[in-house]
């Protein structure tokens, strides 16, 4: 089976439009990108249209790349105190006199879109309420959209970094799953992969996880983004594997519609006040 990750943000966006048609207002998203990235302004473009696609608010910060980083923390700060911001982005990369972690640590945790503040970091592997990144976050979304029980379930997660491989992880084992970490040291991949019952693969590199890997009852997510020859592909050989193995995501239309659609159930919990 072919795992339709646009249907799947479809219906998300369907509630969250849905869960605040009678507030008092419209949640609403700021965020600020430094300079011209056309894979930055690109992705921007995505979320915006997300956020209008269900009417809240959003609201695109544009500052030259010569701001000082005292400057764009006071810009931050200001949208923290803001009560009527509910959510902040603030897209990476930064010119090199800006430090990402400063940046990420000036956003309140209760404002924090993506996740990334080390509160919220805490919190997640403690088990607490907070905000959860949006590719981890997808990716449970997924199985919980499809009811796929992840209790006692084998899975391994293939690539440990802090946005993707290790936050998602730790929420999968907060669900009950057997969870094996590999990376690019892990000795005899296809041994673990072949045991799996589920196989995440978040590497970044085309075609990494091929058929030999994997068997007829995989369930296989792909969350590689590639670019080859012009073309958009994952981290998975999902030609040789799509008829195969027992359920696959495609890629794209697999977890990245699902990742920008998660964004707005985290916005939501921030103008609800649930994170704090
Ligand atoms: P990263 O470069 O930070 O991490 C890659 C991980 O892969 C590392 O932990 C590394 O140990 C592991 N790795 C590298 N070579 C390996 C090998 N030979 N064997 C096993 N493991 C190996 O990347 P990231 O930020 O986690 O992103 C991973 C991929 O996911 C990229 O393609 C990225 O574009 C994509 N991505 C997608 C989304 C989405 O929403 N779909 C979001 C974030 C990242």
Same mark, same amino acid.
């Given at each position: 089976? /072919?795992? +339709?990750?646009?249907?799947?943000?479809?219906?998300?966006?369907?509630?969250?439009?849905? !869960? !605040?048609?009678? !507030?008092?207002?419209?949640?609403?998203?700021?965020? &600020?990108?430094?300079?011209?990235?056309?894979?930055?302004?690109?992705?921007?473009?995505?979320?915006?249209? $997300?956020?209008?696609?269900?009417? &809240?608010?959003?609201?695109?910060?544009?500052?030259?790349?010569?701001?000082?980083?005292?400057?764009?923390?006071?810009? %931050?700060?200001?949208?923290?105190? +803001?009560?009527?911001?509910?959510? %902040?982005?603030?897209?990476?990369?930064?010119?090199?006199? /800006?430090?990402?972690?400063?940046?990420?640590?000036?956003?309140?945790? =209760?404002?924090?879109?993506?996740? &990334?503040?080390?509160?919220?970091?805490?919190?997640?592997?403690?088990?607490?309420?907070?905000?959860?990144?949006?590719?981890?976050?997808?990716?449970? $979304?997924?199985?919980?959209?499809?009811?796929?029980?992840?209790?006692?379930?084998?899975?391994?997660?293939?690539?440990?970094?802090?946005?993707?491989?290790?936050?998602?992880?730790?929420?999968?084992?907060?669900?009950?799953?057997?969870?094996?970490? !590999?990376?690019?040291?892990?000795?005899?991949?296809?041994?673990? $992969? #072949?045991?799996?019952? %589920?196989?995440?693969?978040?590497?970044? %590199?085309?075609?990494?996880?091929?058929?030999?890997?994997?068997?007829?009852?995989?369930?296989?997510?792909?969350?590689?983004?590639?670019?080859?020859?012009?073309?958009?592909?994952?981290?998975?050989?999902? +030609?040789?594997?799509?008829?195969?193995?027992?359920?696959? $995501?495609?890629?794209?239309?697999?977890?990245?519609?699902?990742?920008?659609?998660?964004?707005?159930?985290?916005?939501? =919990?921030?103008? #609800?006040?649930?994170?704090?």
């Amino acid at each position: 089976m /072919i795992i +339709d990750g646009k249907a799947i943000a479809e219906r998300i966006k369907g509630k969250a439009k849905n !869960c !605040c048609s009678d !507030c008092y207002r419209k949640p609403n998203a700021v965020a &600020f990108i430094l300079g011209e990235n056309p894979s930055s302004e690109a992705y921007l473009r995505m979320i915006e249209r $997300t956020l209008k696609s269900v009417d &809240f608010g959003y609201t695109l910060i544009r500052l030259p790349e010569t701001i000082s980083e005292e400057e764009l923390l006071q810009k %931050i700060v200001e949208k923290n105190l +803001d009560t009527e911001v509910d959510g %902040i982005l603030v897209q990476m990369p930064l010119p090199e006199h /800006i430090s990402e972690e400063r940046v990420i640590m000036t956003i309140a945790p =209760e404002k924090d879109l993506d996740g &990334f503040h080390p509160i919220n970091a805490g919190r997640l592997f403690k088990g607490e309420k907070g905000t959860r990144p949006c590719t981890p976050l997808a990716v449970i $979304t997924i199985f919980k959209e499809l009811d796929i029980d992840l209790e006692g379930k084998y899975i391994v997660v293939i690539g440990r970094s802090n946005i993707v491989g290790k936050p998602l992880a730790v929420m999968l084992m907060q669900n009950n799953a057997t969870v094996t970490i !590999c990376h690019s040291k892990t000795v005899d991949l296809e041994e673990h $992969t #072949r045991k799996a019952d %589920i196989i995440i693969v978040a590497v970044g %590199i085309p075609n990494f996880l091929t058929r030999d890997m994997v068997t007829e009852k995989s369930i296989v997510i792909d969350v590689g983004i590639n670019e080859v020859d012009g073309k958009i592909v994952g981290d998975v050989d999902y +030609d040789s594997m799509k008829d195969y193995v027992h359920m696959i $995501t495609p890629v794209p239309g697999g977890v990245g519609p699902v990742t920008n659609a998660v964004l707005l159930l985290n916005l939501i =919990e921030h103008f #609800r006040g649930v994170v704090r």
